[in-house]
């Protein structure tokens, strides 16, 4: 049994960077929607050509740190945890990919991301026999609230496509996301942030490059581009969103419960709204706004209080 003051630095540091994680991956949909209008990728190749990016990049960390031998360490003491971070944070991707298909980006982010900080709360309930501090149920209750306004105010889908089939997806996405946050933290405070990433991503790769390549032949969709903005755009998806966004993610987990941590990650909605309102020349209705605020204030909370004592 382990636990970090809130106070104390290395926790605030997990928090901070777990938070910027959070705040990369905010970017993707901006950036996804770039890419989609100057090329005719699928969001399954582009999330293919992703994966190769990111496991490119990370070798090269891992040769260029000389953390083989690390990684081989990881692989040999729990290969059973690698492979189902890696195997569930594929599956996470996979899964939102076709919530957004079928129900919309809106309702697929608000039901997948709200989900996953409940289900991790009600696990900690179940592990104890006892209620959960109510100061934790308000931060939850706070940051899922928030995300429900952020989201509709951000519009959605009035007439989405295969509506069940989108909540059970996005309710399936959020499990595994959860999930992939809860194997991976003791992997984390075992092993340096780049060689979990590494070994974690190169799987989760496989899976994505599998699959995406499975869904483009099956349905007859192109496999490249031409467009040279395209391609430098897929490679920040792949070094920035991954690569670096799991690396900071799981340096962070090293002191941050993965409860606190899917709470953290809710700053992805805001950062994307902050884009659309910045860049893009969207309006930030009063219900984003609020939203946004209460996203904020949750994750202020986490910081302010000592956590629970993490089983490792």
């Known amino acids: 049994m382990s636990s970090e003051p809130a106070h104390h630095p290395s926790a605030w540091r997990g928090l901070v960077l777990v938070c910027i994680a959070g705040m990369i991956w905010g970017t993707i949909g901006p950036v996804v929607d770039v890419v989609d209008d100057r090329s005719s990728l699928s969001v399954w190749m582009v999330g293919a050509y992703r994966a190769v990016a990111a496991v490119v990049v990370l070798l090269v960390a891992v040769a260029a740190s000389r953390r083989l031998p690390h990684c081989r360490a990881l692989v040999a003491e729990d290969p059973w945890r690698a492979v189902s971070v890696g195997v569930l944070t594929a599956t996470f991707m996979l899964l939102f990919f076709v919530s957004v298909v079928s129900v919309g980006v809106s309702i697929a982010t608000v039901v997948c991301l709200g989900w996953a900080p409940v289900l991790l709360l009600v696990a900690d309930v179940a592990r104890a026999h006892r209620r959960p501090p109510p100061g934790q149920v308000l931060t939850v209750g706070a940051a899922v609230a928030g995300l429900v306004l952020i989201s509709v105010a951000g519009g959605g889908d009035s007439d989405p496509s295969h509506p069940v089939l989108g909540v059970v997806t996005s309710l399936a996405s959020g499990t595994a996301y959860a999930l992939s946050a809860e194997l991976g933290r003791p992997l984390s405070t075992g092993h340096d942030a780049v060689s979990v990433a590494t070994v974690t991503m190169t799987v989760a790769a496989g899976?994505?490059?599998?699959?995406?390549?499975?869904?483009?032949?099956?349905?007859?969709?192109?496999?490249?581009?031409?467009?040279?903005?395209?391609?430098?755009?897929?490679?920040?998806?792949?070094?920035?969103?991954?690569?670096?966004?799991?690396?900071?993610?799981?340096?962070?987990?090293?002191?941050?419960?993965?409860?606190?941590?899917?709470?953290?990650?809710?700053?992805?909605?805001?950062?994307?709204?902050?884009i659309a309102v910045l860049l893009l020349g969207e309006h930030l209705t009063a219900a984003g706004t609020v939203g946004a605020v209460l996203i904020v204030a949750a994750i202020a909370s986490l910081g302010a209080r000592r956590p629970t004592p993490v089983p490792q």
């Open 207 to 274: 899976v994505l490059v599998v699959s995406g390549l499975a869904v483009t032949l099956v349905r007859g969709e192109t496999m490249t581009t031409t467009d040279g903005t395209t391609w430098l755009l897929v490679v920040y998806l792949g070094v920035g969103t991954m690569a670096l966004a799991y690396v900071l993610l799981f340096a962070g987990l090293r002191t941050t419960p993965s409860r606190t941590a899917v709470v953290a990650t809710l700053l992805e909605p805001v950062t994307a709204v902050l």
